[in-house]
Nanobody, 118 residues
Framework: QVHLVESGGGLVQPGGSLRLSCAAF????????MGWFRQAPGKDRELVAS???????NYADFVKGRFTISRDNAKKTVYLQMNILKPEDTAVYYC????????????WGQGTQVTVSS
């Protein structure tokens, strides 16, 4: 019922920046959480950051101080600003929509590839 469309992935050098966008289509509940996950080859999918409708944010330890999650409720869009990128940040990044507070992740984007390499 909620469709997520991601964009902004690509190839970047170590230390560089990328901004991912995720546009949501469909009914967005008032009590919701948007999140960014990533999955590197051979590894499990992990939560990168999440943000509630009132902009309460949560970050994984490995991105604190480097990544920033934000959202524009009017545009139904969530962003992930990624700075000081490292090779270990290379992964497929997925946008997700959930129902809080737990949250229960109910919708996923198709994923966008982020490659950090010199």
């Amino acid at each position: 019922q909620v469709h997520l469309v991601e964009s902004g992935g690509g190839l970047v050098q170590p230390g560089g920046s990328l901004r991912l966008s995720c546009a949501a289509f469909g009914s967005i509940f008032a009590s919701n959480v948007m999140g960014w996950f990533r999955q590197a080859p051979g590894k499990d999918r992990e939560l990168v950051a999440s943000i509630t409708i009132d902009s309460r944010r949560n970050y994984a330890d490995f991105v604190k101080g480097r990544f920033t999650i934000s959202r524009d409720n009017a545009k139904k869009t969530v962003y992930l600003q990624m700075n000081i990128l490292k090779p270990e940040d290379t992964a497929v990044y997925y946008c997700a929509y959930g129902l809080g507070p737990e949250p229960n992740w109910v919708s996923w984007g198709q994923g966008t590839q982020v490659t950090v390499s010199s």
